[in-house]
């Protein structure tokens, strides 16, 4: 099985790190961490366990992160034990090819998707029962024994020809969802379960800062779920800006002076300042930070009105260093959103992917024009590096895998 990992070796990734910028390429050398190997199969380690083949694979800017270590080890979660190989790509639509004895769920030859499989351990692959509190009402995310460490681990990832995952990881694609559709619905729910940790009202002003995937999701989930509401959106390079509008997103802000414009369209005073961002007195309702940059989060914080939300949606994995006077001086609400779980909507309780799948089959979540770039996985380099480029036009690029004899 060929397989792209990083294995968690400090002194390679602190080269890296430190050398990248002048070295681009170390990545790719005998110095990094990352591997591009060929790795025996595993044999399923447990009876709930089955493996899957993949057939497409999207490249998500997590992924990228990882790879090239763009984050720091000085955040809070690198103080937890990890895994000792990180297996890179999520957004991954593949088969089931062998299942264990005791798999319920699935069978041979099953379309799936990773569903919990890439957030990490939780309380029912771990076989751990009674499941804690979050796992128990469906947040598996928030897992509390999450890096317990009990039992196997899974082998592979979207990178990869194939990986195991135990039953409870994966979700069945429906049969009327096509591959393109179905590689979608984990960044789809990533962003619908962002919009509804704070779920915007009819007539309020709406700011989605960043037009990658999660960003051009995010601001369809948005109308999704309150149509009445007005939906801006913030991109850096005219391809984004195309399929923003493609897809009907309401407002497009590419250039010019951005605090001047944002505050043109909620009605806000925009107060400039010498040696300073400025500041807007009004503006959004809410604020979704798909790029959660330093950068990003002061201007949102600042861009909110007074009682505002910004939601956190996407993270660099940096410490940052921040402005956070507006959550005191404007109550402005800072909060996040990870992954996905289970979701009050329309009076019920649903799985966030179910509500994906629900909003894909009435138009409601999209993708056309996403898909940018599609390569064979044997040409990965050429994939990594249009996906690290966005100049290159890229928003989603693909890896497909040749299908099984």
Same mark, same amino acid.
């Given at each position: 099985?060929?397989?792209?990992?990083?294995?968690?070796?400090?002194? #390679?990734?602190? $080269?890296?790190?430190?050398?990248?910028?002048?070295?681009?390429?170390?990545?790719?050398?005998?110095?990094?961490?990352?591997?591009? $190997?060929?790795?025996?199969?595993?044999?399923?380690?447990?009876?709930?366990?089955?493996?899957?083949?993949?057939? =497409?694979?999207?490249?998500?800017?997590?992924?990228?992160?990882?790879? *090239?270590?763009?984050?720091?080890?000085?955040?809070?979660?690198? @103080?937890?034990? /990890?895994?000792?190989?990180?297996?890179?790509?999520?957004?991954?639509?593949?088969?089931?090819?062998?299942?264990?004895?005791?798999?319920?769920?699935?069978?041979?030859?099953?379309?799936?998707?990773? =569903?919990? #499989?890439?957030?990490?351990?939780?309380?029912?692959?771990?076989?751990?029962?009674?499941?804690?509190?979050?796992?128990?009402?469906?947040?598996?995310?928030?897992?509390?024994?999450?890096? !317990?460490?009990?039992?196997?681990?899974?082998?592979?990832?979207?990178?990869?020809?194939?990986?195991? $995952?135990?039953?409870?990881?994966?979700?069945?694609?429906?049969?009327?969802?096509?591959?393109?559709?179905?590689? *979608? %619905?984990?960044?789809?729910?990533?962003?619908?379960?962002?919009?509804?940790?704070?779920?915007?009202?009819?007539?309020?002003?709406?700011?989605?800062?960043?037009?990658?995937?999660?960003?051009?999701?995010? /601001?369809?989930?948005?109308?999704?779920?309150?149509?009445?509401?007005?939906?801006?959106?913030?991109? #850096?390079?005219?391809?984004?800006?195309?399929?923003?509008?493609?897809?009907?997103?309401?407002?497009?802000?590419?250039?010019?002076?951005?605090?001047?414009?944002?505050?043109?369209?909620?009605?806000?005073?925009?107060?400039? +300042?010498?040696?300073?961002?400025?500041?807007?007195?009004?503006?959004?309702?809410?604020?979704?930070?798909?790029?959660?940059?330093?950068?990003? %989060? @002061?201007?949102?914080?600042?861009? +909110?009105?007074?009682?505002?939300?910004?939601?956190?949606?996407?993270?660099? !994995?940096?410490?940052?260093?921040?402005?956070?006077?507006?959550?005191?001086? =404007?109550?402005?609400?800072?909060?996040?959103?990870?992954?996905?779980?289970?979701?009050?909507?329309?009076?019920?309780?649903?799985?966030?992917?179910?509500?994906?799948?629900?909003?894909? #089959?009435?138009?409601?979540?999209?993708?056309?024009?996403?898909?940018?770039?599609?390569?064979? *996985?044997?040409?990965?380099?050429?994939?990594?590096?249009?996906?690290?480029?966005?100049?290159?036009?890229? %928003?989603?690029?693909?890896?497909?895998?040749?299908? /099984?004899?």
């Amino acid at each position: 099985m060929r397989a792209i990992f990083v294995d968690a070796q400090i002194p #390679r990734l602190l $080269a890296v790190k430190a050398l990248r910028p002048i070295l681009p390429g170390i990545i790719w050398s005998p110095i990094s961490s990352a591997r591009v $190997a060929d790795l025996p199969e595993p044999p399923l380690p447990g009876p709930r366990w089955l493996r899957v083949r993949n057939r =497409q694979c999207g490249i998500c800017g997590t992924d990228l992160s990882l790879l *090239f270590v763009k984050g720091s080890p000085g955040i809070a979660p690198a @103080a937890l034990p /990890a895994n000792s190989r990180l297996f890179l790509g999520h957004e991954v639509v593949g088969n089931v090819v062998e299942v264990g004895e005791r798999v319920t769920r699935f069978q041979v030859g099953d379309r799936v998707v990773m =569903q919990s #499989r890439h957030a990490g351990r939780n309380c029912f692959s771990q076989e751990i029962d009674p499941p804690c509190r979050y796992c128990a009402r469906g947040q598996c995310r928030l897992c509390e024994n999450a890096s !317990l460490g009990v039992g196997p681990e899974g082998v592979g990832g979207g990178w990869s020809e194939g990986y195991t $995952a135990h039953e409870t990881e994966i979700y069945t694609v429906p049969d009327d969802l096509n591959d393109d559709q179905a590689l *979608f %619905i984990e960044p789809m729910a990533i962003a619908l379960h962002a919009v509804l940790r704070r779920r915007p009202r009819s007539s309020e002003h709406v700011l989605v800062i960043g037009a990658g995937a999660i960003g051009l999701l995010t /601001a369809q989930a948005v109308k999704a779920v309150e149509p009445g509401c007005h939906v801006t959106i913030l991109t #850096r390079y005219s391809h984004q800006s195309e399929v923003a509008r493609s897809l009907g997103i309401g407002h497009v802000v590419q250039d010019g002076d951005t605090y001047a414009e944002v505050a043109g369209i909620t009605g806000a005073r925009h107060y400039r +300042a010498p040696m300073n961002r400025g500041m807007l007195l009004g503006g959004f309702e809410v604020v979704y930070d798909c790029v959660g940059s330093q950068s990003t %989060i @002061a201007d949102g914080l600042r861009w +909110a009105r007074a009682e505002g939300t910004v939601v956190m949606v996407g993270i660099t !994995l940096n410490d940052l260093k921040v402005d956070l006077n507006p959550i005191w001086y =404007q109550e402005v609400d800072l909060i996040g959103a990870g992954f996905f779980g289970r979701e009050d909507w329309a009076g019920r309780q649903a799985d966030t992917y179910d509500l994906v799948v629900e909003m894909v #089959r009435d138009g409601r979540l999209r993708h056309e024009g996403m898909i940018t770039h599609r390569y064979p *996985f044997s040409e990965y380099k050429r994939a990594i590096a249009d996906a690290s480029n966005k100049r290159s036009g890229s %928003i989603k690029v693909l890896l497909t895998f040749p299908a /099984a004899n």
